[in-house]
């Protein structure tokens, strides 16, 4: 499920974003859900780079580049994807950020607003509502 506001109708496809970048980070600290997601994003055109790691992920040379970053909330090893998201803000990255998570609820969906996500998605989610999410948040 993708909760955003509501925007105007442009069909963003990664042959015309490349204006704006198609670079998508990933970062869930579950490998299979890495390689799914990874897949998806190349088959649709996108540079997908997967990131297990939090602090590679932070360290990337690439993130400044990124078009939109996908976080898993629940990353375990005593960090957060609402941790991430505020080191990003206080990085120079300033793109969308695309929080997913496995246990959806009320407080989870409160943090991910108040972290001022692009787009919240459940999982499992499908690649439509994915590439939804990221058309959405590059196109703001």
């Given at each position: ?132 999410a990221i058309r959405n948040a590059v196109a703001?």
């Amino acid at each position: 499920m993708v909760q955003s506001g509501m925007r105007a109708n442009r069909c963003l496809t990664p042959e015309n974003m490349t204006e704006t970048r198609n670079l998508i980070l990933v970062l869930d600290d579950d490998q299979s859900v890495l390689t799914a997601l990874t897949r998806a994003l190349k088959v649709h055109g996108f540079a997908a780079e997967p990131f297990r790691c939090p602090q590679d992920f932070l360290a990337n040379a690439k993130l400044g580049r990124a078009a939109c970053v996908l976080l898993d909330i629940d990353l375990g090893a005593g960090i957060s994807g609402f941790d991430i998201s505020a080191r990003l803000k206080a990085s120079a990255y300033a793109g969308p950020v695309i929080f997913m998570t496995g246990s959806d609820s009320e407080r989870t969906r409160a943090g991910a607003l108040r972290a001022g996500c692009a787009a919240y998605l459940t999982k499992p989610f499908s690649s439509t509502a994915l590439l939804r999410a990221i058309r959405n948040a590059v196109a703001d």
